[in-house]
Protein backbone atom coordinates (compact mmCIF):
# COMPACT_ATOMS: atom_id res chain seq x y z
CA UNK A 1 0.00 0.00 0.00
CA UNK A 2 2.91 2.06 0.71
CA UNK A 3 4.36 1.77 -2.53
CA UNK A 4 1.16 2.29 -4.58
CA UNK A 5 0.59 5.70 -2.72
CA UNK A 6 4.51 6.81 -3.20
CA UNK A 7 4.22 5.80 -6.97
CA UNK A 8 0.68 7.84 -6.97
CA UNK A 9 2.47 10.51 -5.55
CA UNK A 10 5.23 10.92 -7.93
CA UNK A 11 2.83 10.61 -11.12
CA UNK A 12 1.15 13.31 -9.98
CA UNK A 13 4.28 15.23 -9.79
CA UNK A 14 5.38 14.24 -13.18
CA UNK A 15 2.16 15.55 -14.13
CA UNK A 16 2.52 18.98 -12.57
CA UNK A 17 6.19 19.15 -13.36
CA UNK A 18 4.94 18.34 -16.92
CA UNK A 19 2.63 21.35 -16.85
CA UNK A 20 4.66 23.81 -15.74
CA UNK A 21 7.42 23.20 -17.69
CA UNK A 22 5.60 23.42 -20.78
CA UNK A 23 3.33 26.61 -19.76
CA UNK A 24 4.86 28.56 -22.25
CA UNK A 25 3.49 26.12 -25.20
CA UNK A 26 0.18 28.45 -24.39
CA UNK A 27 -0.50 30.15 -27.26
CA UNK A 28 -3.65 31.75 -26.14
CA UNK A 29 -2.18 34.22 -23.68
CA UNK A 30 -3.57 37.41 -24.83
CA UNK A 31 -0.69 39.36 -26.19
CA UNK A 32 -2.07 42.67 -25.17
CA UNK A 33 -0.87 41.99 -21.93
CA UNK A 34 2.30 43.12 -22.86
CA UNK A 35 0.92 46.36 -22.97
CA UNK A 36 -0.93 46.14 -20.46
CA UNK A 37 0.46 44.47 -18.32
CA UNK A 38 -1.69 43.95 -15.44
CA UNK A 39 -4.25 42.31 -17.61
CA UNK A 40 -2.25 39.71 -18.26
CA UNK A 41 -1.18 39.08 -14.61
CA UNK A 42 -4.68 38.91 -13.71
CA UNK A 43 -5.98 36.75 -16.46
CA UNK A 44 -7.79 33.74 -15.84
CA UNK A 45 -5.40 30.57 -15.79
CA UNK A 46 -6.37 27.31 -17.30
CA UNK A 47 -4.13 25.29 -16.20
CA UNK A 48 -4.37 23.88 -12.92
CA UNK A 49 -0.66 23.45 -11.48
CA UNK A 50 0.16 27.16 -13.27
CA UNK A 51 -2.54 28.66 -10.84
CA UNK A 52 -0.84 27.23 -7.98
CA UNK A 53 3.13 27.81 -9.65
CA UNK A 54 2.79 30.97 -10.58
CA UNK A 55 1.60 32.57 -7.38
CA UNK A 56 4.70 31.07 -5.75
CA UNK A 57 7.27 32.43 -8.00
CA UNK A 58 5.91 36.11 -8.07
CA UNK A 59 5.82 35.35 -4.15
CA UNK A 60 9.67 34.31 -4.31
CA UNK A 61 10.69 37.35 -7.16
CA UNK A 62 11.95 39.88 -4.65
CA UNK A 63 14.76 37.49 -4.34
CA UNK A 64 15.41 38.63 -7.35
CA UNK A 65 14.95 42.31 -6.87
CA UNK A 66 17.07 44.68 -9.57
CA UNK A 67 18.59 41.53 -11.98
CA UNK A 68 16.67 43.65 -14.43
CA UNK A 69 19.61 46.01 -14.68
CA UNK A 70 21.77 43.13 -14.77
CA UNK A 71 22.97 42.19 -18.26
CA UNK A 72 21.72 38.92 -17.64
CA UNK A 73 18.66 40.40 -16.76
CA UNK A 74 18.68 42.66 -19.46
CA UNK A 75 19.11 39.62 -21.71
CA UNK A 76 16.08 37.65 -20.10
CA UNK A 77 13.92 40.53 -20.54
CA UNK A 78 14.71 40.90 -24.18
CA UNK A 79 13.67 37.24 -24.91
CA UNK A 80 10.76 37.63 -22.44
CA UNK A 81 9.07 40.64 -24.79
CA UNK A 82 10.09 38.26 -27.72
CA UNK A 83 8.42 35.68 -26.62
CA UNK A 84 5.34 37.96 -26.11
CA UNK A 85 5.84 37.85 -22.11
CA UNK A 86 3.42 34.76 -21.40
CA UNK A 87 1.42 35.73 -18.33
CA UNK A 88 3.20 38.68 -18.01
CA UNK A 89 6.10 37.43 -16.44
CA UNK A 90 8.97 39.10 -15.67
CA UNK A 91 12.47 38.57 -15.80
CA UNK A 92 12.53 37.90 -11.44
CA UNK A 93 9.33 35.85 -11.57
CA UNK A 94 11.14 33.85 -14.63
CA UNK A 95 14.43 32.92 -12.89
CA UNK A 96 12.32 32.12 -9.32
CA UNK A 97 9.84 29.65 -11.63
CA UNK A 98 13.47 28.16 -12.82
CA UNK A 99 14.09 27.35 -9.30
CA UNK A 100 10.66 25.72 -8.66
CA UNK A 101 10.83 23.80 -11.75
CA UNK A 102 14.52 22.32 -10.86
CA UNK A 103 12.31 21.45 -7.46
CA UNK A 104 9.75 19.56 -9.08
CA UNK A 105 12.16 18.02 -10.89
CA UNK A 106 14.14 17.18 -7.93
CA UNK A 107 11.18 15.77 -5.98
CA UNK A 108 10.28 13.68 -9.00
CA UNK A 109 13.51 12.41 -9.17
CA UNK A 110 13.61 11.35 -5.71
CA UNK A 111 10.43 9.28 -6.29
CA UNK A 112 11.08 7.28 -8.79
CA UNK A 113 14.79 6.71 -7.53
CA UNK A 114 13.39 5.78 -4.51
CA UNK A 115 10.81 3.13 -6.55
CA UNK A 116 13.80 1.64 -9.05
CA UNK A 117 15.70 0.78 -5.63
CA UNK A 118 15.97 0.87 -1.87
CA UNK A 119 18.64 3.56 -1.86
CA UNK A 120 18.02 6.50 -4.20
CA UNK A 121 20.14 6.99 -7.04
CA UNK A 122 21.81 10.60 -7.62
CA UNK A 123 22.45 9.85 -11.42
CA UNK A 124 18.63 9.88 -11.94
CA UNK A 125 17.77 12.63 -9.06
CA UNK A 126 20.07 14.99 -10.70
CA UNK A 127 19.68 14.84 -14.58
CA UNK A 128 15.60 15.31 -13.62
CA UNK A 129 16.64 18.49 -11.44
CA UNK A 130 18.64 20.04 -13.92
CA UNK A 131 15.92 19.47 -16.84
CA UNK A 132 13.49 21.15 -14.42
CA UNK A 133 15.99 24.09 -14.16
CA UNK A 134 16.65 24.67 -17.69
CA UNK A 135 13.95 23.10 -19.47
CA UNK A 136 11.92 26.03 -18.89
CA UNK A 137 14.86 28.52 -20.34
CA UNK A 138 14.50 26.05 -23.46
CA UNK A 139 11.25 26.74 -24.00
CA UNK A 140 11.21 30.18 -23.96
CA UNK A 141 13.79 30.64 -26.49
CA UNK A 142 11.86 28.20 -28.87
CA UNK A 143 8.83 30.06 -28.56
CA UNK A 144 10.60 33.54 -28.90
CA UNK A 145 11.88 31.85 -32.51
CA UNK A 146 8.60 30.50 -33.22
CA UNK A 147 6.85 33.80 -32.47
CA UNK A 148 9.56 35.80 -34.80
CA UNK A 149 8.95 33.38 -37.57
CA UNK A 150 5.04 34.32 -37.53
CA UNK A 151 5.45 37.64 -37.73
CA UNK A 152 7.83 37.43 -40.51
CA UNK A 153 5.12 35.26 -42.44
CA UNK A 154 2.63 37.42 -42.15
CA UNK A 155 4.75 40.75 -42.85
CA UNK A 156 4.20 40.62 -46.42
CA UNK A 157 0.36 40.50 -45.97
CA UNK A 158 0.39 43.30 -43.14
CA UNK A 159 2.50 45.53 -45.42
CA UNK A 160 0.16 45.35 -48.42
CA UNK A 161 -2.77 45.22 -46.77
CA UNK A 162 -0.49 48.90 -45.04
CA UNK A 163 -0.21 49.72 -49.03
CA UNK A 164 -3.62 49.64 -49.65
CA UNK A 165 -4.57 51.42 -46.91
CA UNK A 166 -2.57 54.60 -47.84
CA UNK A 167 -2.92 54.10 -51.64
CA UNK A 168 -6.86 54.46 -50.85
CA UNK A 169 -6.10 57.69 -49.18
CA UNK A 170 -5.95 56.81 -45.66
CA UNK A 171 -3.45 58.13 -43.84
CA UNK A 172 -1.06 55.76 -41.58
CA UNK A 173 -2.90 55.67 -38.57
CA UNK A 174 -6.47 54.79 -40.18
CA UNK A 175 -4.03 52.15 -42.12
CA UNK A 176 -3.04 50.67 -38.76
CA UNK A 177 -6.30 50.50 -37.44
CA UNK A 178 -7.34 48.63 -40.42
CA UNK A 179 -4.35 46.52 -39.73
CA UNK A 180 -5.76 45.30 -36.50
CA UNK A 181 -9.45 45.00 -37.60
CA UNK A 182 -8.91 43.20 -40.85
CA UNK A 183 -5.37 41.31 -40.56
CA UNK A 184 -4.47 38.07 -40.19
CA UNK A 185 -4.64 36.82 -36.17
CA UNK A 186 -1.37 36.57 -34.94
CA UNK A 187 1.79 37.84 -32.89
CA UNK A 188 1.83 40.52 -35.99
CA UNK A 189 -1.31 42.24 -35.98
CA UNK A 190 -1.03 41.95 -31.93
CA UNK A 191 1.31 44.14 -31.74
CA UNK A 192 0.19 46.70 -34.06
CA UNK A 193 -2.60 46.89 -31.98
CA UNK A 194 -0.35 47.46 -28.82
CA UNK A 195 1.12 50.35 -30.81
CA UNK A 196 -1.96 52.04 -31.64
CA UNK A 197 -2.89 51.44 -28.24
CA UNK A 198 0.37 53.66 -27.28
CA UNK A 199 -0.54 56.14 -29.82
CA UNK A 200 -3.77 56.65 -28.59
CA UNK A 201 -2.41 57.16 -25.20
CA UNK A 202 0.03 59.84 -25.90
CA UNK A 203 2.90 58.67 -27.51
CA UNK A 204 4.26 59.61 -30.95
CA UNK A 205 3.92 57.28 -33.70
CA UNK A 206 7.43 57.05 -34.30
CA UNK A 207 8.44 56.26 -30.49
CA UNK A 208 4.98 53.41 -30.56
CA UNK A 209 6.79 51.89 -34.10
CA UNK A 210 10.43 52.50 -32.29
CA UNK A 211 8.79 50.44 -29.26
CA UNK A 212 7.62 47.37 -31.22
CA UNK A 213 10.17 46.77 -33.10
CA UNK A 214 12.19 46.48 -29.90
CA UNK A 215 9.74 44.15 -28.21
CA UNK A 216 9.91 41.54 -31.85
CA UNK A 217 13.71 42.37 -32.42
CA UNK A 218 13.42 41.03 -35.62
CA UNK A 219 15.60 42.49 -38.44
CA UNK A 220 13.26 42.87 -40.97
CA UNK A 221 10.71 44.22 -39.13
CA UNK A 222 13.24 46.73 -37.66
CA UNK A 223 14.61 47.70 -40.97
CA UNK A 224 10.67 48.72 -42.12
CA UNK A 225 10.17 50.40 -39.39
CA UNK A 226 13.26 53.01 -39.92
CA UNK A 227 12.00 53.10 -43.99
CA UNK A 228 8.85 54.31 -42.31
CA UNK A 229 10.01 56.95 -40.18
CA UNK A 230 12.52 58.00 -42.15
CA UNK A 231 9.55 58.07 -44.87
CA UNK A 232 7.67 60.07 -42.65
CA UNK A 233 10.23 62.74 -41.35
CA UNK A 234 11.17 63.48 -45.34
CA UNK A 235 8.03 63.81 -46.50
CA UNK A 236 8.17 61.23 -49.04
CA UNK A 237 5.18 59.04 -50.39
CA UNK A 238 4.61 55.93 -47.45
CA UNK A 239 2.57 54.22 -49.55
CA UNK A 240 5.32 53.67 -52.36
CA UNK A 241 8.19 52.97 -49.72
CA UNK A 242 5.27 50.49 -48.27
CA UNK A 243 4.73 48.77 -51.61
CA UNK A 244 8.87 48.32 -51.84
CA UNK A 245 8.67 47.12 -48.67
CA UNK A 246 6.02 44.41 -49.03
CA UNK A 247 8.31 43.11 -52.53
CA UNK A 248 11.52 43.04 -50.84
CA UNK A 249 9.82 41.04 -48.44
CA UNK A 250 8.30 38.40 -50.78
CA UNK A 251 11.20 37.92 -52.49
CA UNK A 252 13.21 37.18 -48.82
CA UNK A 253 10.83 35.27 -48.04
CA UNK A 254 10.89 33.21 -51.02
CA UNK A 255 14.11 32.31 -50.91
CA UNK A 256 14.26 31.76 -47.75
CA UNK A 257 11.42 28.98 -48.16
CA UNK A 258 14.06 27.41 -51.03
CA UNK A 259 16.96 27.10 -48.65
CA UNK A 260 14.82 25.78 -46.39
CA UNK A 261 13.42 22.92 -48.61
CA UNK A 262 16.81 22.11 -49.90
CA UNK A 263 18.08 21.11 -46.63
CA UNK A 264 15.14 18.38 -46.17
CA UNK A 265 17.48 16.05 -47.62
CA UNK A 266 20.14 16.53 -45.49
CA UNK A 267 17.67 16.37 -42.26
CA UNK A 268 16.21 13.15 -43.67
CA UNK A 269 19.59 11.60 -43.23
CA UNK A 270 19.47 11.16 -39.63
CA UNK A 271 16.29 9.48 -39.27
CA UNK A 272 16.83 7.42 -42.41
CA UNK A 273 20.02 5.83 -41.13
CA UNK A 274 19.08 5.74 -37.75
CA UNK A 275 15.21 4.17 -38.07
CA UNK A 276 15.01 3.11 -41.87
CA UNK A 277 17.83 1.66 -42.51
CA UNK A 278 18.34 -0.80 -39.36
CA UNK A 279 14.89 -1.79 -39.28
CA UNK A 280 15.49 -3.02 -43.17
CA UNK A 281 18.47 -5.05 -42.67
CA UNK A 282 16.34 -6.95 -39.54
CA UNK A 283 13.77 -7.60 -41.70
CA UNK A 284 16.20 -8.72 -44.78
CA UNK A 285 18.74 -10.13 -42.77
CA UNK A 286 17.70 -11.75 -39.64
CA UNK A 287 15.27 -14.39 -41.13
CA UNK A 288 18.34 -15.77 -43.27
CA UNK A 289 20.82 -15.46 -40.42
CA UNK A 290 18.08 -17.20 -38.13
CA UNK A 291 17.48 -20.09 -41.09
CA UNK A 292 21.54 -20.48 -41.32
CA UNK A 293 21.73 -20.71 -37.71
CA UNK A 294 19.08 -23.26 -37.31
CA UNK A 295 21.27 -25.42 -40.12
CA UNK A 296 18.26 -25.18 -42.36
CA UNK A 297 20.60 -23.14 -45.39
CA UNK A 298 19.72 -19.58 -46.89
Known amino acids: MTNDLVL?????????????????????TTTAG?????????AEIANPAM??????????????????????????????????????LTAPEFLCLRYIGALIGLLVGY???????????????????AFGFFYPQMRLKAVAQR???????????????????????????????MVVEKGPPGPLVDEFRIAQQAVTLGKTRADALREMAERIDLTELTSFVLALIQAEQLGAG????????????????????????????????APLVVCIFPASFIVLFVPIYLRTLMGEGP
Open 147 to 177: RQLLIFRDMPYVIDLLTLSTEAGQDFSSAMS
Open 34 to 42: LFFAGSTRR
Open 51 to 88: RFVLPLARALAPIHRGVEATPRGRELERRLKQAGRPFG
Open 8 to 28: YVALAAVATSAAMLTYLMMTS
Open 238 to 269: IGKVLRVMGEQMRVKRWNIAEETAGKVPVKLM
Open 111 to 129: LLASQLSDEPNPMIIAPLA
